[in-house]
């Protein structure tokens, strides 16, 4: 229904009148808790190194200067709070809806989704950090927010978003299960990078990760970073998506 593939035709069109929503015009990040250290990469504690490499991975030099540039990861985005509350307003919707395992366009397998233009107060304010932390004035953020949720046995296929209704920019929060997201190089797919994605953290993935690399979430039988099995269960995502650029 929602999400923003390259090659789903309904989608492209579901998405045209999101396109005629409110511009927002805020001022830059106030969001301050973390310290941004390796570009790209954001720690609350400082310790650089040990962040990157417990979230990120890349195959080669060329992918780790790509993550480096274009992911940036908050941890901890979502104090637990904060997830039950997301938590509480989405599921009533969702469970009404049933997984679908047949999707047309074959891009996204034991799923469902919605999107959502109001909220609540309390994730008003969560969805407006998120904003001020992924998009900077002038760039508007499309005014619904995608919720995809996969079943244990779900998983999302390498895609790239669609370049027609969606911008420059994609910002995800994960609930519930941890999973890894598989970047890989459209042009040479031996290139790849993996960003371990834990539940109430902020992935941002912006220019080059989000147009010249395919992502994709793996399914739970492959789903690994660096070499240790990251089990998967239900996990719902969150994501707000720029504009195109007018
Ligand atoms: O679940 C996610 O974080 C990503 C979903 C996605 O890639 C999409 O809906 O286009
Ligand atoms: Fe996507």
């Known amino acids: 229904m929602t999400s923003c593939l390259t090659f789903s035709i309904p989608k492209l069109m579901y998405f045209t009148p999101?396109?005629?929503?409110?511009?927002?015009?805020?001022?830059?990040?106030?969001?301050?808790?973390?310290?941004?250290c390796k570009r790209g990469t954001v720690s609350m504690n400082g310790d650089c190194s040990k962040w990157w490499e417990r979230l990120l991975s890349a195959s080669d030099p060329d992918t780790e200067k790509l993550l480096q540039d274009n992911v940036e990861i908050h941890e901890d985005f979502l104090s637990l709070e904060e997830h039950e509350s997301l938590l509480a307003e989405i599921e009533p919707y969702l469970k009404r809806l049933r997984y679908e395992y047949d999707h047309w366009d074959d891009a996204i397998h034991g799923y469902r989704e919605t999107e959502r233009k109001q909220w609540n107060d309390s994730n008003?304010?969560?969805?407006?950090?998120?904003?001020?932390?992924a998009f900077q004035p002038p760039e508007a953020p499309l005014p619904f927010v995608h919720v995809l949720d996969i079943n244990k046995d779900g998983y999302?296929?390498?895609?790239?978003?669609?370049?027609?209704?969606?911008?420059?920019?994609?910002?995800?929060?994960?609930?519930?299960?941890?999973?890894v997201m598989r970047l890989v190089c459209e042009k040479d797919k031996s290139k790849s990078g993996d960003i371990l994605l834990l539940p109430r953290s902020l992935y941002i993935l912006r220019d080059q990760a989000r147009f010249d690399y395919t992502h994709e979430v793996l399914p739970d039988k492959t789903s690994m970073f660096k070499g240790k099995s990251i089990p998967r269960s239900r996990r719902i995502s969150v994501i707000s998506r720029l504009e195109v650029k007018q």
Do not use: M, Q, Y
Request: net charge positive; proline share 6%; hydrophobic share 40%.
């Open 18 to 36: 999101v396109l005629l929503g409110a511009i927002r015009n805020r001022p830059l990040p106030a969001f301050t808790s973390n310290s941004l």
């Open 124 to 133: 008003t304010k969560i969805l407006d950090r998120v904003k001020s932390v």
């Open 156 to 179: 999302i296929k390498p895609h790239v978003d669609s370049v027609r209704f969606c911008g420059r920019t994609i910002a995800g929060l994960s609930l519930l299960s941890e999973s």
